[in-house]
């Protein structure tokens, strides 16, 4: 059973930095995708960055978080980290952690937007952006 646990979300001004957390557990697959996915306000869910993990790693970043944002991964811990720095008002959302394993590959398109691909999520943590 895949679990993920988020953490770390909170209120920041504008430019600050956040760094969020999931915990994940139950992942023994040598292929999977997992990353950052965020619904702001009366949006839809959205991809922020993604990893690819199979013979090697491919990571994708949105439009919105390339340059900003930083996705990591600490095996030892099975832990994936989301470092946001120069945070905008707009980055408000409520963040969530989402895995999918033995999962048959996706574009980079998909990967970032297809939410419906990925059968696991954790419950989302709150990020506030305040000017």
């Known amino acids: 059973q895949v679990q993920l646990l988020e953490s770390g979300g909170g209120s920041v001004q504008a430019v600050g930095s956040l760094r969020l957390s999931c915990k994940f557990s139950?992942?023994?697959?040598?292929?999977?995708?997992i990353g950052w996915f965020r619904q702001p306000p009366g949006k839809e869910r959205e991809g922020v960055a993604v990893l690819w993990i199979h013979s090697k790693t491919i990571t994708y970043y949105s439009h919105s978080g390339k340059g900003r944002f930083t996705i990591s991964q600490d095996t030892n811990s099975n832990t994936l980290y989301l470092q946001m720095n120069s945070l905008k008002t707009e980055d408000t959302a409520v963040y969530y952690c989402?895995?999918?394993?033995?999962?048959?590959?996706?574009?980079?398109?998909?990967?970032?937007?297809?939410?419906?691909?990925?059968?696991?999520w954790g419950q989302g943590t709150q990020v506030t952006v305040s000017s």
């Open positions: 139950g992942i023994t697959a040598i292929t999977y995708y």
């Open positions: 989402a895995a999918d394993i033995w999962t048959p590959v996706m574009t980079e398109m998909q990967a970032l937007g297809d939410v419906h691909k990925y059968h696991y």
